[in-house]
């Protein structure tokens, strides 16, 4: 590599790059000192050397360890200002090489700190003749697009026209990776009206049926439950264009990944006080009720915070809430909420106890003569109620995975404790028996005033906006991308 025959460069990188395909080689090229050389040859005036120079630049691109000897190479301005190649195979090459790069969050910075033009030149590259290097590009966005910097840059650098046109491609590598970039793009706050705006929610929405790829169907949800976490105009958009009804019609037959996503899409969905009656009104609650009783932990708790969002209305509370829609799934699909609501109270897990006391404070504060009468008379909910009202719950909290898998975080349900270290389990439970034992009606209280989060605890009363949108983008939120 370092003759200054051509002829030879190009024979000698073609065999680094061969010898490089093989893991146990790699180690061993890159304490040669051979990343050095690479590097320079990478801007060979000779093509056929920079083809070979770059396919081995990125074939040492496949562990941490020489990702980094490659970055103390020297090598990411080269690779960068490659990418404005006239060669095809050199821009897929240092493309996905820097996306491979762009794994590691100390890179994506020092990325961010030295080169500027980097988002537009990938952003150009989506648009390429070359399937391949559309793809790449846009897998390479989707790995910065992990950090706050690379979201915003990403629609600054007007990326959003490309990636839905890859979106609505028939090429599912397109597809794929489009719809993981924006996933990681819907993140950050400020994205979600210019994703909106753009024209992204029917396509997302269509992407919700793609049964050839779950992972795609993961992205598009996911999606959509970002752009909904924290406007009111945005939610309404989102069952405007037809969201909820699409999920109400996948969602007992897609995979249980999906399904998390799904459910914990209505959930947020439902903490609107302006949507609930039109999610009811769409028969929301009776695909919701059976997915109480999945095998999925992560299913359930979604799901149950979803109902207990519908069945929770503003604090000045008006004679014409209509609670019918519970009243009608009382008994059915699948037992119905009452034989939810016995299977949440008789659970070992604390969270499942407390959004189902919380859950049937909500639909007693409604007043509505029938669903108050069928919770009075229910000899299934009133003994347990009375139970978690006579004693603290010892049961731990469980554990619950965070939906979608991409960005995983650790969380877990947390038992909310009021001031004077009383368990409001205990508090709500006490409530509903004062009630059931007297001949007024439930009076709300601050307590109750809250609404549950998909995987996570019931909201405090003390939870602010900003809090709860933490909450739903950080611990509900999928990926290393959201």
Known sequence: MLSPNVEVQCNAVGCVTNLATHDD??????????????????????????????????????????????????AIPVLVSLLNSPDTDVQYYCTTALSNIAVDGTNRKKLAQTESKLVTSLVALMDSPSLKVQCQAALALRNL??????????VKADGLTSLLRLLQSTYLPLILSSAACVRNVSIHPQNESPIIESGFLQPLINLLSFKENEEVQCHAISTLRNLAASS???KTAIVKAGAVQSIKELVLNVPMNVQSEMTACVAVLALSDDLKGQLLEMGICEVLIPLTNSPSSEVQGNSA???????SKADVRNATDDYSAFNDVWDKPEGGMHRYLYRFLTSSDATFQHIAVWTIVQLMESNDPQLV????ASTLLIPNIRTLASSRSSSPASSAGSPGSHRSQERS?????????????QIL???????????????????????????????????DHEELRKSVREALAPGSHR
Not at 28 to 56: E, F, H, W, Y
Not at 373 to 376: F, L, T, V
């Open 25 to 74: 080689n790699k180690t061993k090229i890159a304490k040669s000192g051979a990343l050095v050389p690479l590097t320079r040859l990478a801007r060979s005036k000779d093509m056929r050397v920079q083809r070979n120079a770059t396919g081995a630049l990125l074939n040492m691109t496949h562990s941490d360890e020489n990702r980094q000897q490659l970055v103390n190479a020297g």
């Open 145 to 154: 697009a992990s950090d706050e910097k690379y979201q915003l840059e990403i």
């Open 232 to 234: 009111e105009k945005n």
């Open 305 to 311: 915070a979803a109902l207990g969002n519908l069945s």
């Open 373 to 376: 009468s069928n919770i009075r």
């Open 413 to 425: 349900y947390q038992e909310t404790e009021t001031g004077d270290g009383g368990s409001e389990i």
């Open 429 to 463: 439970a006490r409530r509903i028996v004062d009630y059931v034992e007297g001949d007024e009606g439930l009076v709300p209280s601050s307590v109750t005033h809250s609404h549950i989060q998909a995987g996570s605890s019931v909201a405090s009363s003390t939870r």
